[in-house]
T-cell receptor, first 117, second 111 residues
């Protein structure tokens, strides 16, 4: 149980285009999902916390107009990188918290590798 | 704010050697502590966790004990295998659900 999927697993896009990444909790309902960014050989950086039915909470330094987050249902959150540039190339990972579980449990998706040309 | 400090890598060991990866933390309150493992090109997998002081998390031969007095959660394994080669992340999650990760330690195990 507690499986989180991400789609796509890899995406290559041209500079200036927008890319949408989906995060789904497959066998549980997630009131809260988290979006992280990981640079090569670096740790995870929390970008934002996504709560179902409300606006996402962004960490300091993360542009909310560039990284649009929507959490429309208890099993789906999306991250849209708008007007992508090469510096947005990174590994994006989501995690989800089970609404019925303990508050500290987070289950991670497999990640999405974004390459902006 | 909260922070997690991990032993710097990379760590290179021979198969069947003993592994220790140090992790210390600073946090307000009583966070839960985790070790995650990341294989090349993949996301994070939970390796083990401990939710209160003196708890020992264990999985696949790995162990870590939540030491409140030393604010540590060191990862150990008695005999590593080549398949253990990966990046290991120590993390804490507060009661409010806020997570903080260490920088990761790359482990390479040679036959």
């Amino acid at each position: 149980g507690a499986v989180v999927s991400q789609h796509p697993s890899r995406v290559i896009c041209k500079s200036g285009t927008s890319v949408k990444i989906e995060c789904r909790s497959l066998d549980f309902q997630a009131t809260t999902m988290f979006w992280y960014r990981q640079f090569p050989k670096k740790s995870l950086m929390l970008m934002a916390t996504s709560n179902e039915g409300s606006k996402a909470t962004y960490e300091q330094g993360v542009e909310k107009d560039k990284f649009l987050i929507n959490h429309a249902s208890l099993t789906l959150s999306t991250l849209t990188v708008t007007s992508a540039h090469p510096e947005d190339s990174s590994f994006y990972i989501c995690s989800a918290r089970d609404r019925t579980g303990v508050i500290h449990e987070q289950f991670f998706g497999p990640g999405t590798r974004l390459t902006v040309l | 704010g909260n922070s997690v400090t991990q032993m710097e890598g990379p760590v290179t060991l021979s198969e069947e050697a003993f592994l220790t990866i140090n992790c210390t933390y600073t946090a307000t309150g009583y966070p839960s502590l985790f070790w995650y493992v990341q294989y090349p090109g993949e996301g994070l997998q939970l390796l083990l966790k401990a939710t209160k002081a003196d708890d020992k998390g264990s999985n696949k031969g790995f162990e870590a004990t939540y030491r409140k007095e030393t604010t540590s959660f060191h990862l150990e394994k008695g005999s590593v295998q080549v398949s253990d080669s990966a990046v290991y992340f120590c993390a804490l999650i507060t009661n409010a659900g806020k997570s903080t990760f260490g920088d990761g330690t790359t482990l390479t195990v040679k036959p």
